[in-house]
């Protein structure tokens, strides 16, 4: 698996047979879609903007006819803009199955801590759990998504919900392998790592905007 950061809570994952957008908001330009030659799947938490930017949605949709799979909010901003077969409404406690030629991909979700409706979700794709936790405070639904294989952490800035002591009771919930933390600042991620070396097992990143990583290239691997 590799992904590249975007900002805020904005990824790319690519994994051997699907390319996975979740919430990528404005942040690619129109030179940066241009280049896009395969997108499987958008997902977006929520309708705010740093996450989610309708008019970027519809450029990728026409670039790639990926299916986009949403929260109820930004389900309804899309309808009249992506044919109705292309959008996955994604609501808190449901697991979806999406097929595509080259395989399933699998989305849970559950509702968040948000001043507007979030979802946080885990994906299933070619073997691996990947989860995504937008800019939501802690919810104890995360127990019910089981386990994630690499998880998306926020710790805060400028989510008003999010925070390192939030972020932490997540990757307790979800132990996982590889902790990638986003949406906060410096001060935010150190505050986390602190917090969890005595507490858990992982290899952790603080993601740069913009950087590629790839399973090779992970710290201490």
Known sequence: MAFIYLGYSGVILRTINFTIGIDVASLLSEKDIQKISKMDLLVYTHIHSDHFNAATAQKIYEKTGCFIAAEQNVYDALLGIVPAEKLIKLQGGESKEIYLETGRIVP?????FHPVQIILLTIEVDGIRV???????????????????????PTGD??????PEDALEMALDLCPKVIVLFHGSSAQ?????????????AELIQAETGKVYAEDALPNK
Not at 108 to 112: A, E, P
Not at 189 to 201: D, Q, T
Request: aromatic share 8%; net charge neutral; glycine share 10%.
């Open 108 to 112: 849970s979700s559950i509702h968040g």
């Open 131 to 153: 989860f995504h936790g937008g800019d939501s405070g802690y919810s104890q639904s995360i127990k019910d998504l089981g386990h994630a294989d690499i998880a998306f952490l």
């Open 158 to 163: 400028p989510s008003p919900t999010a925070s």
């Open 189 to 201: 991620h150190n505050s986390f790592i602190n917090r969890a070396k005595s507490s858990l097992i």
